[in-house]
């Protein structure tokens, strides 16, 4: 199986970023948002991301810190660590999921709607 297309960034809840990727199957497995570790959103979460859109599922991995205004670089190699609030969390986790389930649903090129939806940690 492959992905529909190009990976799609996007904004979501206001000032969340994230990137989309979409199945080419008519019939889904369901949705899922893929979050990353405390490194932030690296390339093995968009991986696993694009992985899970092969397998049939819409696939979101949202950068959980894309409020954060720190060093990205440090962040990345592990020198800053990032700890943000369990609410806010769980809020990008929400919407998340709903702009996921959203995505999966029918349109006028997709006859199927999304029954499943899950959230993993890369």
């Not at 019939?27 to 694009?50: I, M």
């Not at 092969?54 to 592990?78: E, I, K, V």
């Not at 943000?84 to 029918?106: C, F, K, M, N, Y």
């Amino acid at each position: 199986m492959s992905i529909a297309s190009d990976p799609h960034k996007l904004r979501f809840g206001g000032d969340c970023e994230g990137v989309l990727y979409l199945p080419r199957s008519e019939s889904p497995a369901g949705a899922v948002v893929v979050l990353h570790e405390r490194y932030g959103l690296a390339q093995h979460t968009l991986d696993l991301a694009q992985r899970l859109a092969r397998d049939g599922y819409a696939a979101l991995a949202p950068n959980l810190f894309s409020r954060w205004r720190g060093d990205a670089a440090a962040l990345r190699s592990g020198k800053e660590r990032v700890v943000l609030p369990d609410p806010e969390v769980a809020a990008v986790i929400d919407t998340a999921l709903g702009r996921a389930i959203r995505a999966s649903r029918p349109s006028a090129s997709r006859s199927w709607a999304c029954a499943r939806a899950g959230v993993i940690r890369s």
